[in-house]
């Protein structure tokens, strides 16, 4: 079975410092792993995906994720953080082939000026 | 490129009336996803459909729920009669997943959202 755990729901950081958004996932097969953001009243956005390539993911936005397998972890991290970043993110895995995708919870990111 | 279009936006009901989504991918997508987005929550897959087969509905609550893609183009999801608890976003997504052609996309694409409100 898959699934993800977003491991906090709400997330506060000050404009200019760094974000971490952790996420921990369960696949009994390799997976494939996705960060979606998703704005007030907009679609969710694609931030980055890992397929087993590089284990250092970069997205847009000056986000990055880091695939470790050996702690089932793919955290979410940017250096800097801006107002615009304040928004509802989602980790998602996808088990290669099936294209079926399973969200976690959400964590919503706030960033004070 | 347009993206997945979705209407209506807002869609305020009484327990036990109908309503319906409509949902337009991307062009040349040929899975089509439905999902739930309970406040608070993460989106849960409702129904996927390639082209005009269904792929998956085992989330789907069948006795309230159905949904079709009879052109492989558009869908629509259908709750009849609905109730408080379906109250939510119901987000529709689309991918170049075609199993039939060899092509694994995973990247889904999604809609707006319809939020929906049963009183």
């Known amino acids: 079975a898959q699934s993800v755990t977003q491991l906090d729901s709400h997330v506060s950081v000050s404009e200019g410092t760094p974000v971490l958004l952790r996420c921990n996932y369960s696949s009994s097969y390799s997976p494939s792993l996705f960060w979606y953001v998703q704005h007030p009243n907009k679609g969710l956005q694609l931030l980055l995906k890992y397929t087993s390539a590089a284990t250092l993911v970069k997205g847009i936005n000056g986000f990055e994720a880091e695939f470790k397998k050996s702690e089932t972890s793919f955290h979410l991290t940017k250096p800097s953080a801006h107002m615009s970043d304040a928004a509802e993110y989602f980790c998602?895995?996808?088990?290669?082939?099936?294209?079926?995708?399973?969200f976690g919870s959400g964590t919503k990111l706030n960033v004070k000026p | 490129e347009a993206g997945v279009a979705q209407s209506p936006r807002y869609k305020i009901i009484e327990k036990r009336q109908s309503v319906a989504f409509w949902c337009n991918p991307i062009s040349g997508h040929a899975t089509l996803y439905w999902y739930q987005q309970i406040l608070g929550q993460g989106p849960k897959l409702l129904i996927q459909?390639?082209?005009?087969?269904?792929?998956?509905d085992s989330q789907l609550p069948k006795d309230r729920f159905s949904a079709e893609r009879l052109k492989g183009v558009d869908s629509t999801l259908k709750i009849q009669p609905a109730k408080l608890e379906d109250s939510a976003v119901y987000l529709c997504?689309?991918?170049?997943?075609?199993?039939?052609?060899?092509?694994?996309?995973?990247?889904?694409?999604f809609g707006p959202g319809t939020r929906l409100t049963v009183l």
């Open positions: 459909f390639q082209n005009n087969g269904v792929v998956d």
């Open positions: 997504a689309s991918s170049l997943t075609d199993y039939q052609r060899g092509l694994e996309e995973n990247e889904q694409f």
């Open positions: 998602v895995v996808s088990d290669r082939g099936f294209n079926k995708f399973y």
